[in-house]
């Protein structure tokens, strides 16, 4: 069987608040990626004696290290094992398309990572426990660890915002339709984090073109950007 490959964009209403706070120590939430991700390259090291290199094809070994712990459903382990595997994918991702981490410092399922070349976040380690589970996941299912809801969609600019201009489609819808056009993913595949990854290379090199041709000038987006968009009354619609 196989998935439609759209269904990585959130489509629930509303979008996940970026903390006021996220900014406040900014050093304290990358020593705790870097710690997170140092403890996984390590156990990824030991268990299947290969060098986690922060390359693109090294989340191969990440997809079949977490694929070995399909069957645990100890919330507290499971979310323990998607703390660093999420830190790992999203250095990764900060590296090929630059992004800023925002979080509290402490608690690896607030981590949240936002792009600079287009408006769009996600939350990597939500996304790294799905890629454990092998399936998406209920609200209610015990594995899931304790804390915010799980997120597991990439997120575009909010439907309705005011930062749109008038000749400019809004992004949701139109990516959503565009990666409909695309060849289903294999169900085995649909939520390993190389099938993220590569579903999110696709989604900014789609952006980029479709900005360009709405006439749209590069502009590298900060937090502060994703803090006015998300703060604006017209962005409580669907992603």
């Not at 981590?111 to 939350?123: D, N, W």
């Not at 090199?205 to 017209?234: C, F, N, Q, W």
Request: glycine share 8%.
């Amino acid at each position: 069987m196989s998935k439609d490959p759209r269904a990585p964009i959130g489509t629930a209403p509303g979008q996940p608040a970026v903390p006021s706070r996220a900014a406040s120590n900014p050093i304290g939430v990358q020593a705790l990626v870097d710690e997170l991700a140092r403890l996984f390259r390590d156990q990824v090291g030991r268990a299947l004696k290969v060098t986690l290199d922060g390359s693109e094809t090294s989340l191969a070994f990440v997809d079949h290290h977490l694929a070995q712990a399909r069957s645990e459903d100890r919330a507290a382990i499971l979310g323990l094992l998607a703390a660093g595997a999420g830190a790992y994918y999203g250095e990764l991702v900060r590296e090929v398309f630059g992004a800023t981490w925002i979080g509290d410092g402490r608690d690896p399922r607030r981590l949240r990572l936002l792009l600079e070349p287009t408006f769009l976040h996600f939350s990597p380690v939500d996304q790294a426990i799905e890629a454990i589970a092998g399936e998406a996941l209920l609200p209610d299912d015990p594995r899931i660890p304790d804390g915010p809801p799980l997120d597991s969609a990439f997120h575009l600019r909010p439907a309705r915002s005011e930062s749109y201009g008038e000749t400019e489609e809004e992004d949701g819808p139109w990516m959503e339709a565009r990666l409909a056009e695309l060849s289903p993913v294999p169900e085995d595949q649909f939520h390993s984090l190389t099938c993220r990854f590569e579903t999110l290379k696709l989604m900014v090199e789609m952006l980029a073109a479709k900005h360009a041709h709405e006439g749209r000038e590069p502009k590298p987006h900060a937090l502060e950007d994703y803090v006015t968009i998300l703060a604006e009354p017209s962005a409580s619609g669907r992603s």
